[in-house]
T-cell receptor
Framework: DAGVIQSPRHEVTEMGQEVTLRCKPISGHNSLFWYRQTMMRGLELLIYFNNNVPIDDSGMPEDRFSAKMPNASFSTLKIQPSEPRDSAVYFC????????????FGQGTRLTVV | AQSVTQLDSQVPVFEEAPVELRCNYSSSVSVYLFWYVQYPNQGLQLLLK??????LVKGINGFEAEFNKSQTSFHLRKPSVHISDTAEYFCAVTLMNTGFQKLVFGTGTRLLVSP
């Protein structure tokens, strides 16, 4: 398996624009997590899904952020409108549901909002 | 809710020296504990994990960690580090429960290995 795939790897956008980050989890995994990493706040869990259903979105910073998982093989994290303080590396991770305790991370999307 | 504290933001060490990266956790219920490593411009990779059983856990790349319930600690150790061990190390915790619950990470410790 190719692992967790995130796209794009880098994104530079202007303040106010809509940004969509994409994630393809490992096939067969049924839990998916979105994290944000910054120097100031470290790794923050934004939201996680189990069997495509959002379980906990308490980490989503505000209404400008939304996440969807329309099927088991795809998830998006959208920021609209984007702001400079959203600049960070966003990671997606997936976990197999069959008693596994290991999260597999993608390589991340580095977002810069100017 | 569970939480993780990594007191050392950066640990400089010379090559072939031993190293210990500290991790303390807080939780009112039993937890699973993990160490992940992040190399520059990469995602996180699992080093080792404690689920149950022996409190000394061995992982990849010669790392090991010891679970100490009384001190609520899970410190990571390596007897002799290499330059290639330079990376960011994250301790994480999740609640023992049916199904995988959310991982809560510490703020990370940057290990800097110099010749």
């Amino acid at each position: 398996d190719a692992g967790v795939i995130q796209s794009p790897r880098h994104e530079v956008t202007e303040m106010g624009q809509e940004v969509t980050l994409r994630c393809k989890p490992i096939s067969g995994h049924n839990s998916l997590f979105w994290y944000r990493q910054t120097m100031m706040r470290g790794l923050e869990l934004l939201i996680y899904f189990n069997n495509n259903v959002p379980i906990d979105d308490s980490g989503m910073p505000e209404d400008r952020f939304s996440a969807k998982m329309p099927n088991a093989s795809f998830s998006t994290l959208k920021i609209q409108p984007s702001e400079p303080r959203d600049s960070a590396v966003y990671f997606c991770a997936s976990v197999s549901g069959t008693g596994s305790t290991e999260a597999f991370f993608g390589q991340g999307t580095r977002l810069t909002v100017v | 809710a569970q939480s993780v504290t990594q007191l050392d933001s950066q640990v400089p060490v010379f090559e072939e020296a031993p190293v210990e990266l500290r991790c303390n956790y807080s939780s009112s219920v039993s937890v699973y504990l993990f160490w992940y490593v992040q190399y520059p411009n990469q995602g996180l990779q699992l080093l080792l994990k404690y689920l149950s059983g022996s409190t000394l856990v061995k992982g990849i790349n010669g790392f090991e960690a010891e679970f100490n319930k009384s001190q609520t600690s899970f410190h990571l150790r390596k007897p002799s580090v290499h330059i290639s061990d330079t990376a960011e190390y994250f301790c994480a915790v999740t609640l023992m429960n049916t199904g995988f619950q959310k991982l809560v990470f510490g703020t990370g410790t940057r290990l800097l290995v110099s010749p």
